[in-house]
């Protein structure tokens, strides 16, 4: 079964409006760890946002927020007031346990926002 | 200042060769990894060293070889490369959650793009 699941391949969103990205997840670990990763054109990862599953409240990171949904098993990531240099590929992951050191990763969504 | 730096970034070989690809993080972190990500960007994880000790080991073909010969250091050596083993290899840094830290976020490099031909 898939641990990390990102249903949309690809997303348009109109510049200045808000998008959200889809990512569940499957855990029975009740420690764990989310993560949300841009990567560019250009090609480097770049780190976004993370939640704990112990966190009470949702992560936010500027334009970034992650609507975590435990019961649900979801952790959505919400971009507002989007941004042409928003465009690229944006990856789901999650970390199981508090010392697995073991991450792993969606298949992603491209996002492309139009001017 | 580069947090994650590889080695080079693009490697052009042919089938049958032996080649490394270097990775080295100023970060101070004790965890580092090896990721393949192949040609519809899937991202997966190869190999993951905790204080120079190897701690995961994916289904990773033998003929490559990871060496972490400090901490802050991880480089990975491709025996008799195949065409299959074309992809970007990415090297991560990462530090273990504690009581100061309450997020275990990784650090990526910029990736080295191998093309086997």
């Known amino acids: 079964a898939q641990k990390i699941t990102q249903t949309q391949p690809g997303m348009f969103v109109q510049e200045k409006e808000a998008v959200t990205l889809d990512c569940t997840y499957d855990?029975?670990?009740?420690?764990?760890?989310l993560f949300w990763y841009k990567q560019p054109s250009s090609g480097e990862m770049i780190f976004l946002i993370y939640?704990?599953?112990?966190?009470?409240q949702n992560a936010t990171e500027g334009r970034y927020s992650l609507n975590f949904q435990k019961a649900r098993k979801s952790a959505n990531l919400v971009i507002s007031a989007s941004q042409l240099g928003d465009s690229a590929m944006y990856f789901c992951?999650?970390?199981?346990?508090?010392?697995?050191?073991?991450?792993?990763f969606g298949t992603g969504t491209r996002l492309k926002v139009l001017a | 200042d580069t947090a994650v730096s590889q080695t080079p970034k693009y490697l052009v070989t042919q089938m049958g060769n032996d080649k490394s690809i270097k990775c080295e993080q100023n970060?101070?972190?004790?965890?580092m990894y090896w990721y393949k990500q192949d040609s519809k960007k899937f991202l997966k994880i190869m190999f993951s060293?905790?204080?120079?000790?190897?701690?995961i080991n994916e289904t990773v073909p033998n003929r490559f070889s990871p060496k972490s010969p400090d901490k802050a250091h991880l480089n990975l050596h491709i025996n008799s490369l195949e065409l299959g083993d074309s992809a970007v290899y990415f090297c991560?840094?990462?530090?273990?959650?504690?009581?100061?830290?309450?997020?275990?976020?990784?650090?990526f490099g910029p990736g080295t793009r191998l093309t086997v031909t």
């Open positions: 991560a840094s990462s530090q273990a959650l504690t009581s100061g830290r309450r997020r275990d976020e990784q650090y």
């Open positions: 855990t029975s670990d009740p420690s764990y760890g």
């Open positions: 939640q704990g599953s112990y966190d009470q």
């Open positions: 992951a999650m970390r199981e346990g508090p010392g697995t050191y073991k991450y792993i």
């Open positions: 970060l101070g972190h004790d965890t």
């Open positions: 060293y905790n204080n120079k000790e190897l701690i």
